[in-house]
């Protein structure tokens, strides 16, 4: 039986500052995929950050939507694939 779907998105954009995290403009967010487990959504921000390294406002994010769409289930965890 496959592993159980545990929904991670990535996305990301430039920030208004390196200390907060509001985006500059949220028309302008890049929405990288929707993933089935933390280690694919991961190898995806890894690829994106690196990819922007040389502006220190570019960020990419990991979103853990599998715990806004069911807050109730404890059975999730960060290296689950």
């Known amino acids: 039986m496959p592993d159980r779907q545990l929904l991670h998105l990535v996305f990301g954009g430039e920030l208004t500052d390196v200390n907060s995290v509001e985006f500059r403009d949220l028309s302008k967010i890049e929405f990288v995929g929707a993933f089935p487990n933390y280690a694919e959504a991961r190898l995806a921000w890894k690829s994106k950050a690196q990819s922007t390294v040389d ?12 715990k806004l769409l069911d807050p109730n289930d404890d059975d999730h965890h960060h ?3």
């Open 55 to 66: 502006n220190a406002l570019m960020r990419y994010v990991i979103v853990h939507a599998h």
């Open 79 to 81: 290296h689950d694939n």
